[in-house]
């Protein structure tokens, strides 16, 4: 079955880039989006179609993709931030999440 | 505004059934997918699969084949989630999700529904 990897936690300084990465085979070609995801919260769609984001989401959330590996990246980190981010993709009519991310800002 | 509510937390015991919901609203429930996504306690999101309420046809993960059932009633705008015999293994938070087809994001999400099942 198909699977997606993202590191396990990450840590940033308020103000500051963290970088997200979640790697699958071909995954490029399978549509991936990223979901945040707050204790005791639904998730909600952060990035999705490469680098666009739903109204709402702010500017400092962006995304890219590469082959083999998308690409979420926070710039200008705020505390709200902090939370587990989930990478998600399609392996034909399959969905997939990676195991999700947790960032923490220190 | 769309919206996607789903039925209260509930508390079975091992060997029952059990059907959770998902009210849409402020959308053409016909015309959009929901798919069923689970989170165990302190673990991370797992598609369960994906109905088209349309024609209430149905994609199944195979961790999930055989064991739930998804439904729709285009009359009242809800999906359904079902098992004919939990476990204590099904203790989890069921969160429904609404998508426009299959290879699309899921772009709201209800507010999740807590099972839990314990003798």
Request: proline fraction near 6%.
């Amino acid at each position: 079955s198909y699977e997606l990897t993202q590191p396990p936690s990450v840590s940033v300084s308020p103000g500051q880039t963290v970088s997200i990465t979640c790697s699958g085979d071909e995954l490029g070609d399978k549509h991936p989006c990223w979901y945040q995801q707050k204790p005791g919260q639904s998730p909600v769609l952060v990035i999705y179609e490469e680098n666009k984001r739903p109204s709402g989401i702010p500017e400092r959330f962006s995304g890219s993709n590469s082959g083999n590996t998308a690409t979420l990246t926070i710039s200008g980190t705020q505390a709200m931030d902090e939370a587990d981010y989930y990478c998600q993709a399609w392996d034909s009519s399959t969905g997939v999440f990676g195991a999700g991310t947790k960032v923490t800002v220190l | 505004e769309v919206q996607l509510v789903q039925s209260g937390a509930e508390m079975k015991k091992p060997g029952e059934s059990l059907r959770i919901s998902c009210k849409g609203s402020g959308y053409s429930f016909s015309y959009s997918y929901i798919t069923w996504v689970r989170q165990m306690p302190g673990k991370g999101l797992e598609w369960m699969g994906t109905i088209d309420p349309n024609d209430s046809s149905s994609n199944y993960s195979p961790s999930f084949q055989g064991h739930v059932t998804f439904s729709a009633d285009r009359s009242i705008s809800t999906a359904f989630l079902q098992w004919s015999s939990l476990e204590a293994s099904d203790t989890a938070m069921y969160y429904c999700a609404k998508h426009p087809t299959t290879a699309y994001p899921f772009d709201y999400w209800g507010q999740g529904t807590l099972v839990t099942v314990s003798s």
